[in-house]
Structures are given as structure tokens and as C-alpha cells.
């Protein structure tokens, strides 16, 4: 069914009014020196297990990070990340499947995110549309774990090709579950040939400081 050119139209403004309000925010993150970080991936992939052990990484390494999660229902995220003491404020976005950058202008007036070097937003899980809603990050990074399947970058293009970093997560799993890396790695460079690829694992910490090192760098 193809649909109506009342909705394609509608939704056009959705996103440009989205982008307009995407601008105003880095231009304020501008201002105030701050870097944005978008993480985006499908639920479970280890987002937020991933930034409970990357905020004390940065914070060890001089770097204030605040932060913003989005969920459709629950404030299960902020409470574990709340835990390494970095500014954090949950979103409950009551059934809607991404974040959009008016979201994001309401969340600043619950954190220190001034304060801070590094403002991280943690997306809700869904590999489709986040892909099209500009938060006014400087860096998006998306997350594809090892028990995902190679062809994730194939199957989501949109979302592979926006993004600037990909961390392979759960790595620790790798083997457990057959993940064929080089497969993998295959399908991203064909998506999205100059992404930078980093490996990683919260349990095992791998790539914790590669990818701290990429933030600070960047
Ligand atoms: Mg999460
Ligand atoms: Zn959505």
C-alpha cells in the first residue's frame, strides 16, 4: 500500500521542525563548548551497561559528563546510571520510539549538563526512525552487540550510515555465540565506509578507553 501524500507531507514537517529545533541546540552546545553524543541501537544491545563503565573511564580522565535517557516507560536506565554520579535525567517518552530534539531542550532543565564536558543522550531502542531525528549531537554512535546478527548493518542502512562510530559490544560473547567479526565489519564498511569500528565489552572493559579516547579527541 503506497501511502497518502497527506501523510508523507505531514511528516516532512515533523522532521524539518525537527531539525530547526536540532540547530537552535547546537548552537547552544556550541556556545557552551559541550559535546553531544547520540547513542542509538536496538534494545538490549548494552547502551547502558556500557555507560556505567564509560563515565568513570572519562571522569578518571578529567571529563564531567551529564546525561539523558530516553525510555518509553520506566526510570530503570537513569537509576543505574545515576549510580556512577554523573547529572541524569530520564525521559519516559510514553510509547513514542525515539527521541526528538524538542525532548531534548525539555531534558536540560533537569540536569547540570552546563556543567558538564560531555553530554551523553542514551536513545530509545529501535534501530529505525532515531536514524532520521538530528538531536543536535556532534557524534552519533550506535551500538550493534555480537549476539545480533552480521547483517544488521544490511538490514538497517539508514541507521549505520548516519552514524560516525560503531561499537561492536558484548565482545565477550563473541565466541559463544559464533560471531563472525570479519563479516561484520564487512557489512559496515559496505554501509558506511568511513566509520570507526571499536570493539568493546562492559564486563570485561574492553575498549572502554578507545572509546573515551575517541570522545576526548574528537
Ligand atoms: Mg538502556
Ligand atoms: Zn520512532
Redesign the pocket.
Known amino acids: 500500500m503506497t501511502k497518502s501524500p497527506k501523510i508523507i507531507q505531514i511528516r516532512k514537517n515533523i522532521l524539518e521542525d525537527n531539525d530547526i529545533n536540532a540547530q537552535k541546540l547546537r548552537d547552544k552546545f556550541k556556545k557552551h563548548k559541550i559535546l553531544v553524543v547520540n547513542i542509538v541501537s536496538s534494545p538490549g544491545s548494552g547502551k547502558t551497561e556500557l555507560l556505567t563503565k564509560l563515565i568513570p573511564e572519562l571522569n578518571k580522565q578529567g571529563i564531567k559528563v551529564s546525561v539523558i535517557v530516553g525510555d518509553l516507560k520506566t526510570e530503570n536506565d537513569a537509576n543505574r546510571i545515576k549510580k556512577t554520579r554523573a547529572s541524569t535525567y530520564q525521559i519516559q517518552t510514553d510509547g ?3 527521541l526528538e530534539a524538542h525532548m531534548i531542550e525539555n531534558a536540560l532543565k533537569n540536569i547540570d549538563w552546563k556543567n558538564s564536558d560531555i553530554l551523553i543522550i542514551e536513545n ?1 531502542g ?1 534501530l ?3 536514524a532520521n531525528y538530528d538531536l543536535g549531537e556532534n557524534l552519533r554512535i550506535v551500538l550493534m552487540s555480537v549476539t545480533e546478527g552480521e547483517d544488521k548493518p544490511l538490514k538497517y542502512p539508514t541507521m549505520f550510515n548516519s552514524a560516525d562510530v560503531c561499537v561492536i559490544s558484548k565482545i565477550d560473547l563473541a565466541e559463544a555465540v559464533e560471531f563472525n567479526k570479519k563479516l561484520a565489519i564487512t557489512n559496515l564498511k559496505k554501509i558506511n565506509p568511513d566509520l570507526k569500528i571499536i570493539e568493546a565489552s562492559a564486563k570485561t572493559l574492553t575498549g572502554i578507553k578507545t572509546l573515551a579516547e575517541t570522545l576526548i579527541k574528537y
Do not use: E, I, M
Open positions: 513514542n520510539c525515539h530509545v529501535n529505525v526512525c532515531p
